[in-house]
């Protein structure tokens, strides 16, 4: 019988949480990720880094890269990234990374994302089109209660059964609302800059 995420969860399962460094479009060219892994919730095992260029479209295939060349890959059961877009207006193709590695998707951001502001925003950059095609098609958007004491967060996600993407949310996140593999990944980006 093969078991859910949720069961392995019980077990450890290692989660890659990725972020990005802040940047500053007119001074920088390119901006650093992070990977962080985590067994389940409560265990960091690692950090991976890679970069990305700042609203390129790169980072689907240098997240795939930094995850096969990482001593973690074998284990790795899932990935979660803070947001679609990631260094301006580049972008994680979820549903590419999925078939590339294998490995089940979920973004989550802790507003729901404005199509309206992004649609007339991204126009700014090259291949607008294909992006904005890509940052609506990468699921239906969620809103998930990951902390009972906090508000909800928004996901969109990929090989993940639906009805356990609440508990699994639960599960993972420790302080306030955004999951522990994401949320030190951010605080590790941010340290960057410094």
């Not at 580049?90 to 951001?109: A, F, M, Q, W």
């Not at 990951?146 to 909800?152: A, G, H, N, T």
Request: with cysteine.
């Amino acid at each position: 019988m093969v078991k859910t995420l949720i069961q392995q969860l019980k077990k450890g399962v290692k989660i890659l949480g990725i972020a990005c460094s802040s940047f500053n479009r007119l001074e920088d060219k390119f901006v650093p990720i992070f990977g962080v892994v985590y067994r389940g919730a409560s265990l960091f095992e690692g950090v991976l880094k890679t970069r990305i260029e700042v609203d390129g479209e790169d980072a689907t295939e240098k997240i795939r890269a930094m995850i096969e060349q990482s001593n973690h890959s074998e284990q790795l059961k899932l990935i979660m990234t803070r947001g679609i877009t990631i260094a301006g207006f580049n972008y994680i193709d979820i549903k590419k990374l999925y078939e590339k590695t294998g490995l089940p998707v979920i973004s989550v951001v802790d507003r729901k994302p404005n199509f309206e502001k992004i649609s007339s925003a991204i126009k700014n950059v090259t291949n607008w089109e294909e992006r904005y095609k890509v940052i609506t098609n990468s699921g239906l958007i969620r809103e998930i209660q990951s902390s009972e004491e906090e508000e909800p967060v928004f996901i969109q996600s990929i090989g993940f059964k639906d009805e356990e993407i609440a508990t699994f949310l639960k599960q993972v996140t420790v302080v306030g609302r955004i999951p522990e593999p994401i949320r030190v990944a951010r605080l590790i980006a941010t340290a960057e800059k410094f």
